[in-house]
């Protein structure tokens, strides 16, 4: 059961700068591998983390591609 005492911790940005989306695409499969690497099956992963992470990324690539027409 969850602890409802401790509410989830919240992250708000301190400051942002805008990146191209290839940019953001490469940001975006560099920390995909990354957290693939640390997340083995044997520890009962979260596969749907990784999911989303994929789905985010195909999606900033089909606006690169759209971006470069």
Do not use: H, W, Y
């Amino acid at each position: 059961m969850d602890d409802i005492a401790r509410p989830p911790v919240r992250l708000q940005a301190a400051s942002s700068l805008p990146i191209s989306s290839k940019q953001a695409l490469s940001r975006v499969n560099k920390f995909l591998d990354d957290f693939q690497a640390r997340s083995t099956p044997s520890k009962g992963s979260d596969t749907s983390i990784t999911a989303q992470l994929q789905k985010l990324s195909k999606a900033i690539e089909q606006e690169c591609i759209r971006q470069s027409k």
